[in-house]
Protein backbone atom coordinates (compact mmCIF):
# COMPACT_ATOMS: atom_id res chain seq x y z
CA UNK A 1 0.00 0.00 0.00
CA UNK A 2 1.68 3.39 -0.64
CA UNK A 3 1.30 5.99 1.90
CA UNK A 4 0.66 9.49 1.25
CA UNK A 5 2.11 11.87 3.46
CA UNK A 6 0.91 15.50 3.32
CA UNK A 7 2.97 18.45 4.86
CA UNK A 8 2.23 20.91 6.98
CA UNK A 9 -0.88 20.01 8.73
CA UNK A 10 -1.63 23.50 8.72
CA UNK A 11 -0.45 26.34 6.85
CA UNK A 12 -1.30 29.44 8.20
CA UNK A 13 -1.85 32.39 5.63
CA UNK A 14 -3.16 35.94 4.72
CA UNK A 15 -5.22 36.54 1.16
CA UNK A 16 -3.00 36.98 -1.58
CA UNK A 17 -0.30 35.12 -0.74
CA UNK A 18 1.23 32.46 -2.14
CA UNK A 19 0.34 28.50 -1.05
CA UNK A 20 2.36 25.96 -1.85
CA UNK A 21 1.25 22.39 0.13
CA UNK A 22 3.72 18.69 -0.08
CA UNK A 23 2.26 15.33 -0.43
CA UNK A 24 5.03 12.65 -0.39
CA UNK A 25 4.36 8.77 -1.23
CA UNK A 26 5.99 6.46 0.49
CA UNK A 27 7.06 4.77 -2.92
CA UNK A 28 6.62 6.29 -6.64
CA UNK A 29 3.21 7.00 -7.67
CA UNK A 30 2.14 4.78 -10.77
CA UNK A 31 2.44 7.00 -13.85
CA UNK A 32 1.89 9.98 -11.80
CA UNK A 33 -1.53 9.45 -11.19
CA UNK A 34 -2.10 11.94 -8.52
CA UNK A 35 -5.03 14.42 -7.82
CA UNK A 36 -5.91 17.45 -5.44
CA UNK A 37 -9.35 17.80 -4.00
CA UNK A 38 -10.77 21.31 -1.72
CA UNK A 39 -12.75 20.36 0.88
CA UNK A 40 -14.67 23.30 2.82
CA UNK A 41 -16.26 22.07 5.68
CA UNK A 42 -20.38 20.97 5.03
CA UNK A 43 -19.47 20.62 1.44
CA UNK A 44 -18.78 18.07 -1.39
CA UNK A 45 -15.27 17.58 -1.90
CA UNK A 46 -13.92 19.12 -5.05
CA UNK A 47 -11.54 17.92 -7.43
CA UNK A 48 -9.00 20.38 -8.41
CA UNK A 49 -6.29 18.98 -10.07
CA UNK A 50 -5.80 14.97 -11.75
CA UNK A 51 -2.77 13.28 -12.92
CA UNK A 52 -0.54 15.32 -11.18
CA UNK A 53 -0.81 18.30 -13.28
CA UNK A 54 -4.34 18.85 -15.36
CA UNK A 55 -7.07 21.49 -13.59
CA UNK A 56 -10.20 20.01 -13.45
CA UNK A 57 -13.11 21.54 -15.39
CA UNK A 58 -14.14 25.12 -14.10
CA UNK A 59 -10.80 25.52 -11.67
CA UNK A 60 -9.29 28.73 -11.57
CA UNK A 61 -5.77 28.69 -13.05
CA UNK A 62 -4.47 30.09 -9.86
CA UNK A 63 -4.20 26.48 -8.56
CA UNK A 64 -1.54 24.49 -10.43
CA UNK A 65 -0.27 20.65 -8.97
CA UNK A 66 3.52 19.27 -10.40
CA UNK A 67 5.74 16.56 -9.30
CA UNK A 68 6.85 13.02 -10.27
CA UNK A 69 7.55 10.20 -8.73
CA UNK A 70 7.29 10.26 -5.05
CA UNK A 71 6.84 14.10 -4.46
CA UNK A 72 3.98 16.37 -5.56
CA UNK A 73 3.15 19.97 -4.84
CA UNK A 74 -0.11 21.69 -4.94
CA UNK A 75 0.56 25.33 -5.22
CA UNK A 76 -2.14 28.12 -4.96
CA UNK A 77 -0.53 31.29 -6.80
CA UNK A 78 -2.50 34.15 -4.66
CA UNK A 79 -5.24 33.39 -2.28
CA UNK A 80 -8.46 34.08 -2.36
CA UNK A 81 -10.81 34.49 0.79
CA UNK A 82 -12.88 31.08 -0.59
CA UNK A 83 -9.52 28.99 -0.95
CA UNK A 84 -9.08 28.48 3.02
CA UNK A 85 -10.28 24.57 3.49
CA UNK A 86 -8.76 21.11 3.59
CA UNK A 87 -6.80 19.91 0.68
CA UNK A 88 -6.30 16.28 0.07
CA UNK A 89 -3.59 14.22 -2.52
CA UNK A 90 -4.97 11.26 -3.11
CA UNK A 91 -3.11 8.42 -6.05
CA UNK A 92 -4.55 5.54 -8.04
CA UNK A 93 -2.70 2.26 -8.95
CA UNK A 94 -1.43 0.51 -6.22
CA UNK A 95 -3.34 -1.79 -4.48
CA UNK A 96 -5.89 -0.21 -2.78
CA UNK A 97 -6.20 1.12 -6.02
CA UNK A 98 -7.17 4.51 -4.22
CA UNK A 99 -5.64 5.97 -1.34
CA UNK A 100 -5.58 9.76 0.11
CA UNK A 101 -3.20 11.88 2.14
CA UNK A 102 -4.37 13.08 5.72
CA UNK A 103 -4.98 16.59 4.75
CA UNK A 104 -3.29 20.09 4.89
CA UNK A 105 -5.95 22.56 6.91
CA UNK A 106 -5.18 25.91 4.84
CA UNK A 107 -6.56 28.83 7.74
CA UNK A 108 -6.66 32.54 7.31
CA UNK A 109 -3.44 34.34 9.05
CA UNK B 1 -25.24 18.91 -13.78
CA UNK B 2 -23.86 16.30 -11.53
CA UNK B 3 -25.00 15.33 -8.12
CA UNK B 4 -24.69 12.66 -5.51
CA UNK B 5 -26.13 12.30 -2.08
CA UNK B 6 -25.52 9.87 0.64
CA UNK B 7 -28.68 8.49 2.97
CA UNK B 8 -28.93 5.74 5.66
CA UNK B 9 -28.94 5.53 9.65
CA UNK B 10 -27.09 8.31 11.96
CA UNK B 11 -26.85 5.67 15.02
CA UNK B 12 -26.27 2.32 14.51
CA UNK B 13 -25.70 -0.58 17.27
CA UNK B 14 -22.17 -2.43 17.33
CA UNK B 15 -22.76 -5.58 15.40
CA UNK B 16 -25.17 -4.49 13.29
CA UNK B 17 -25.36 -3.97 9.72
CA UNK B 18 -24.80 -0.74 7.84
CA UNK B 19 -26.94 0.09 4.36
CA UNK B 20 -26.03 3.23 3.06
CA UNK B 21 -28.06 4.56 -0.31
CA UNK B 22 -26.31 7.03 -2.99
CA UNK B 23 -28.88 8.42 -5.20
CA UNK B 24 -27.29 10.30 -7.96
CA UNK B 25 -28.17 12.69 -11.11
CA UNK B 26 -26.94 13.81 -13.81
CA UNK B 27 -25.10 10.69 -15.47
CA UNK B 28 -26.35 7.08 -15.29
CA UNK B 29 -24.45 3.90 -14.76
CA UNK B 30 -25.95 2.10 -17.69
CA UNK B 31 -23.20 4.20 -19.79
CA UNK B 32 -19.70 2.76 -21.28
CA UNK B 33 -16.90 4.03 -17.97
CA UNK B 34 -18.95 5.47 -15.42
CA UNK B 35 -18.49 4.08 -12.06
CA UNK B 36 -19.47 5.33 -8.04
CA UNK B 37 -17.53 4.81 -5.31
CA UNK B 38 -17.80 4.59 -1.31
CA UNK B 39 -14.95 6.30 1.00
CA UNK B 40 -14.98 7.27 4.97
CA UNK B 41 -13.51 9.06 6.98
CA UNK B 42 -12.94 8.56 10.74
CA UNK B 43 -13.13 11.13 12.50
CA UNK B 44 -9.87 13.06 12.77
CA UNK B 45 -8.50 10.78 10.53
CA UNK B 46 -7.67 10.51 6.50
CA UNK B 47 -10.19 9.68 3.79
CA UNK B 48 -10.57 5.32 3.17
CA UNK B 49 -11.72 4.39 -0.12
CA UNK B 50 -13.98 1.28 0.37
CA UNK B 51 -15.49 0.16 -2.54
CA UNK B 52 -16.63 0.95 -6.14
CA UNK B 53 -18.90 -0.49 -9.02
CA UNK B 54 -18.90 0.17 -12.60
CA UNK B 55 -20.94 0.63 -15.28
CA UNK B 56 -21.25 -2.67 -16.22
CA UNK B 57 -21.91 -4.34 -12.65
CA UNK B 58 -17.91 -4.94 -12.11
CA UNK B 59 -17.08 -4.70 -8.30
CA UNK B 60 -13.78 -3.85 -6.50
CA UNK B 61 -13.62 -3.85 -2.57
CA UNK B 62 -10.80 -2.19 -0.05
CA UNK B 63 -8.89 -5.37 0.55
CA UNK B 64 -9.12 -4.86 4.24
CA UNK B 65 -12.60 -4.61 4.53
CA UNK B 66 -13.43 -7.05 1.55
CA UNK B 67 -15.09 -9.70 3.75
CA UNK B 68 -17.74 -7.11 5.38
CA UNK B 69 -18.63 -4.55 2.47
CA UNK B 70 -21.10 -5.41 -0.18
CA UNK B 71 -21.97 -2.54 -3.11
CA UNK B 72 -25.22 -2.84 -5.57
CA UNK B 73 -26.95 -0.79 -8.01
CA UNK B 74 -30.29 -0.13 -9.26
CA UNK B 75 -29.89 1.61 -12.30
CA UNK B 76 -33.44 2.41 -12.83
CA UNK B 77 -33.33 4.35 -9.95
CA UNK B 78 -29.88 5.88 -9.55
CA UNK B 79 -28.84 4.69 -6.82
CA UNK B 80 -26.14 2.60 -5.03
CA UNK B 81 -26.14 0.77 -2.38
CA UNK B 82 -23.36 -0.02 0.25
CA UNK B 83 -23.63 -2.74 3.28
CA UNK B 84 -20.86 -2.97 5.84
CA UNK B 85 -21.71 -5.84 8.22
CA UNK B 86 -20.63 -6.63 11.84
CA UNK B 87 -20.30 -2.88 13.00
CA UNK B 88 -17.93 -1.56 15.19
CA UNK B 89 -16.79 1.73 16.97
CA UNK B 90 -14.12 2.38 14.00
CA UNK B 91 -16.80 2.10 11.86
CA UNK B 92 -17.56 5.80 13.00
CA UNK B 93 -17.58 8.43 10.29
CA UNK B 94 -18.35 10.33 7.40
CA UNK B 95 -19.41 8.38 4.75
CA UNK B 96 -19.01 10.02 0.85
CA UNK B 97 -20.06 8.33 -2.22
CA UNK B 98 -18.23 9.48 -5.56
CA UNK B 99 -18.62 9.45 -8.90
CA UNK B 100 -15.62 8.04 -10.21
CA UNK B 101 -14.15 9.87 -13.92
CA UNK B 102 -14.09 8.41 -17.11
CA UNK B 103 -9.86 8.43 -16.64
CA UNK B 104 -11.29 5.73 -13.93
CA UNK B 105 -8.38 7.38 -11.93
CA UNK B 106 -10.37 10.33 -9.58
CA UNK B 107 -13.35 11.19 -8.06
CA UNK B 108 -14.84 14.01 -10.09
CA UNK B 109 -17.97 14.27 -8.44
CA UNK B 110 -18.73 13.85 -4.48
CA UNK B 111 -22.00 13.85 -1.85
CA UNK B 112 -21.70 16.12 0.76
CA UNK B 113 -21.46 12.77 3.01
CA UNK B 114 -23.08 11.22 5.80
CA UNK B 115 -22.27 10.74 9.11
CA UNK B 116 -22.75 7.60 11.06
CA UNK B 117 -22.29 6.74 14.45
CA UNK B 118 -21.59 3.11 15.57
CA UNK B 119 -22.37 3.18 19.78
CA UNK B 120 -24.88 1.00 21.80
Known amino acids: EIVLTQSPGTLSLSPGERATLSCRAS???????LAWYQHRPGQAPRLLIY???SRATGIPDRFSGSGSGTDFTLTISSLEPEDFAVYYC??????????FGQGTKLEIK | QVTLKESGPALVKPTQTLTLTCTFS??????????VSWIRQPPGKALEWLAR???????FYNASLKTRLTISKDTSKNQVVLTLTNLDPADTATYYC????????????WGQGTLVTVSS
Open chain 2, 98 to 109: ARISVTGREFDF
Open chain 2, 26 to 35: GFSLRTNKMR
Open chain 2, 53 to 59: IDWDDDK
Open chain 1, 27 to 33: RSVSSNY
Open chain 1, 51 to 53: DTS
Open chain 1, 90 to 99: QQYGSSPPYS
